[in-house]
């Protein structure tokens, strides 16, 4: 199985700041089309996740532009660029390359400092 | 309103069984395969199962952890998706969410996302 792994787990970010969360994979994502199938979602407190970007950068319809992923191979990154009050929550890598199983990170909290 | 359902929570002794449903609505349930997640308390997403669009052949996928006492079955005529749940035990106890999955735009035919979440429904398992 493709191990996740997150970094920070904790994420303090002051409001207007920008913030990134990074995300590895135990083998590459590419797959044999070419393309690299990473998402990323977020958990706000007391909902259920929602997908904001799929393989690797492409925002999901009425994502906020301040969020972006980048990232190749086995290396992924979401930027926030200006935090807002509304993007407290868990975010979390997930890869669909390489399934079953889908795999996730252990996830990334957000707080305002 | 493009969404999904979750209902069928409960709590629950250990040893018994637990039927979850999940429905759709605003898109054409078919069309997509089904999965679901689980999130046990303080605890990160688990995917558990999944099955493919009948156009896809309808097949099923299991994680390791729930292979042999859980169970997913869907229902397009009613768009609606069900996780069976045997010999539920303890460690189940969690909130278990459903999930769309498609194929993205420009992506393999063979590789889903999941883009639509359910607001999920919690099984608590305990004597």
């Known amino acids: 199985d493709v191990v996740m792994t997150q970094s920070p787990l904790s994420l303090p970010v002051t409001l207007g700041q920008p913030a990134s969360i990074s995300c590895w994979s135990s083998q590459s994502l590419v797959y044999s089309d070419g393309n690299t199938y990473l998402s990323w979602f977020q958990q706000r407190p007391g909902q259920s996740p929602r997908r904001l970007i799929y393989k690797v950068s492409n925002r999901d319809f009425g994502v906020p532009d301040r969020f972006s992923g980048s990232g190749s191979g086995t290396d992924f990154t979401l930027t926030i660029s200006r935090v807002e009050a509304e993007d407290v929550g868990i975010y979390y890598c997930m890869q669909a390359t390489h399934w079953p199983p889908w795999t996730f990170g252990q996830g990334t909290k957000v707080e305002i400092k | ?127």
């Not at chain 2, 629950?12 to 308390?41: E, K, M």
């Not at chain 2, 390791?64 to 106890?93: H, P």
Request: glycine share 16%; net charge neutral; hydrophobic share 35%.
């Open chain 2, 1 to 127: 309103e493009v969404q999904l359902v979750e209902s069928g929570g409960d709590l629950i002794q250990p040893g018994r069984s637990l039927r979850l449903s999940c429905t759709g609505s605003g898109f054409n349930f078919g069309d997509y395969g089904v999965s679901w997640f689980r999130q046990a308390p303080g605890k990160g997403l688990e995917w558990l199962i999944f099955i493919r669009p009948k156009a896809h052949g309808g097949a099923v996928e299991y994680a390791a952890s729930v292979r042999g006492r859980f169970s997913i079955s869907r229902d397009d005529s009613k768009s609606t998706g069900y996780l069976r749940m045997n010999g539920l035990q303890t460690e189940d106890t969690a909130v278990y969410y459903c999930a769309r999955g498609h194929v993205a735009v420009g992506g393999a035919p063979g590789i889903y996302s999941f883009d639509l979440w359910g607001q999920g429904t919690q099984v608590t398992v305990s004597s």
